[in-house]
């Protein structure tokens, strides 16, 4: 399936970044990360992932292997035998999938606030017919107080109603069909497989994938870096972001 992107920064000679948003969302998560990105000379390629923002919404379920095989479509289109890759949650569990099956194609990895293996199948299952039911407004809700913690929700209102409506406003069935993907989800056997330079990113306050799920990842690949960000939630890339971003250039400079 070909995904909306976005391409920025230096189309002739600069190595390329896919940034993958989390379930949610949308490309605009990413909004912290692509100025530093293409100062450092790097091009990024942003995309929503199937069922969000501007891609195309399939009727559900979806598996890993069918947001893996997008991104792979995505280089394919743009051209690029391979590129280093930042997924944040459901966009991590991509990239874990992604290191495991098609290698080649991935320069590095930065898994960032999420897991492989969530866990809490039936809250997914239940979550997937919550919206079918009855849309997004309630999970948008309960997303911010997720994604953020209160007190950066206190300092910042615009920005955490902005990012509520990004939620809102995702088709409700490319959500539960995500949801679907996630449930049930286990990686953890073929992380010894990936032998890319990978940084493993948790939050401290993060109570939807807590560091104990990153530290699983890191110790299941070799060479992994695991970094635990202060003061940060599930979307730590966001609240955090200057913490976050250094900790990411670091990391892709070093794979260079």
């Known amino acids: 399936m070909r995904v909306h992107h976005q391409t920025t920064g230096d189309g002739a000679s600069g190595e390329v970044v896919v940034l993958s948003n989390s379930i949610g969302s949308n490309l605009r998560m990413w909004d912290p990360q692509v100025k530093p990105l293409t100062d450092n000379g790097f091009r990024v390629v942003r995309y929503d992932t199937r069922g969000h923002g501007n891609s195309p919404v399939p009727p ?31 966009g991590g569990m991509t990239g874990a999938w992604l290191g495991q099956h098609v290698p080649s194609r991935i320069r590095s990895l930065t898994l960032a606030f999420t897991s492989a293996r969530p ?73 010894g497989r990936i032998g890319v330079p990978t940084l493993v990113v948790s939050g401290a306050d993060d109570a939807a994938l807590p560091p104990s799920h990153g530290r699983l990842i890191a110790e299941g690949i070799p060479g992994a870096r695991f970094e635990v960000l202060a003061h940060a939630a599930h979307l730590g890339s966001y609240e955090q972001a200057e913490k976050f971003t250094e900790l990411l250039l670091e990391h892709l400079k070093g794979a260079r």
């Open 60 to 90: 559900g379920p979806y598996s890993i292997a069918d947001l893996g095989g997008d991104v792979v479509e995505l280089l394919d289109t743009l051209g690029v035998a391979s590129a280093h890759f930042v997924g944040l949650s459901l």
């Open 119 to 191: 866990g809490n199948v039936d809250m997914w299952t239940q979550r997937a017919q919550q919206v079918r039911a009855g849309g997004m407004a309630r999970v948008a809700e309960g997303s911010i107080g997720r994604w953020f913690t209160p007190g950066w929700i206190a300092a910042h209102p615009q920005r955490a109603a902005e990012l509520r409506r990004m939620t809102e406003t995702t088709p409700a069935e490319g959500y539960a069909s995500c949801c679907e993907a996630i449930a049930g989800l286990d990686l953890t056997a073929g992380l």
